[in-house]
């Protein structure tokens, strides 16, 4: 089992900035490649962002590619999902997931854990 807590969502102008964290516990944090997902109101959950385990593979939805950056600090078990120049139709709750294997994982299907959420609410 791998328990998965966000943190760091909240109100934000648009144009404006957010850090989300997810630690992760339990089994070995390296061992799983980590991605974020979304969901807005009556929308399907999304995908964001994804990362490998270690010499990363990074892969970004085209909708937040040049504007968000995922990241992980094994030593930490942590993964991070900077988000710069927001806008309001990023309003959503966040998840992040951990996917047990050694590639990259994109589809929700593919991943094994997920945490709570955290609302991020982008106003114009």
């Known amino acids: 089992q791998v328990q998965l807590v966000e943190s760091g969502g909240g109100l934000v102008q648009a144009g404006g900035s957010l850090r989300l964290s997810c630690a992760a516990s339990?089994?070995?944090?390296?061992?799983?490649?980590m991605g974020w997902f979304r969901q807005a109101p009556g929308r399907e959950r999304e995908f964001v962002a994804a990362?490998?385990?270690?010499?990363?593979?990074?892969l970004y939805a085209d909708s937040v590619k040049g504007r968000f950056t995922i990241s992980r600090d094994n030593a930490k078990n942590t993964v991070y999902l900077q988000m710069n120049s927001l806008k309001p139709e990023d309003t959503a709750v966040y998840y992040c997931?951990?996917?047990?294997?050694?590639?990259?994982?994109?589809?929700?299907?593919?991943?094994?854990?997920w945490g709570q959420g955290t609302q991020v609410t982008v106003s114009s």
């Open positions: 997931a951990a996917a047990a294997t050694n590639t990259i994982a994109t589809i929700r299907d593919e991943y094994d854990f």
């Open positions: 339990g089994r070995a944090f390296s061992n799983y490649a």
């Open positions: 990362i490998s385990r270690t010499a990363p593979r990074i």
